[in-house]
């Protein structure tokens, strides 16, 4: 076998091999946005479910209501957290993907991801679009982090201050005449 067509063959290697590659950054693009489709659709539901629990209930009906919104509330934010690390996860991957397309580019006589790499990274500054993404859950985990809090706050002041009705029964009535019983 001669030089040049062993160097042809290893070009149609590493061709296939990038074709391979953009096939399968596809593939993950596709998991990556039904993921995201995923964790929206659960906090969606937690959100319908704080906007449930407290419905039609007086705010005085802090013992079921409180809790389970600070239930609902933190739950929330472990679901945002591992959105969050999902979202990071697939950024690193898909960097990966691209630096190893890259490389195989480099044996290619044309290289269209570092062109685009360098025309949209390079000379017109733009930002990884998954470090966007990620501040989603995140500021989605402040939101359910304040509900949280709120509950709690709501929770100490039902338990310290007493509701309308619940007068000390060991003070004379306003008329003088004794205590109440």
Known sequence: ?????????????V?????????????IGTRYATANGFYLSVLTALLGVLAYVGTGKPISDAT???PTIALVAVFAIVICRIWRMTIEFYGKLFGGK??????????LAVQVYAMEHDEVYT??????LTSHEAKVPYLLA????????????????????PG?????????????????L
């Open 142 to 161: 402040w939101f359910f982090g304040a509900i949280a809090a709120t509950v709690l706050v709501l929770s100490i002041l039902a338990f310290v201050s």
């Open 1 to 13: 076998m001669n030089e040049k067509s062993t160097n042809d063959t290893r070009k149609m290697m």
């Open 98 to 107: 691209f630096a190893v397309l890259q490389h195989l580019e480099k044996e």
């Open 164 to 180: 309308p009705g619940s007068e000390d029964v060991t003070k004379p009535a306003a008329s003088g005449r004794g205590a109440k």
């Open 123 to 128: 000379k017109r500054h733009a930002e990884n």
């Open 64 to 66: 079921t209501t409180y």
């Open 15 to 27: 061709l296939e091999q990038y074709k391979s590659l953009v096939s399968d950054i596809g593939n």
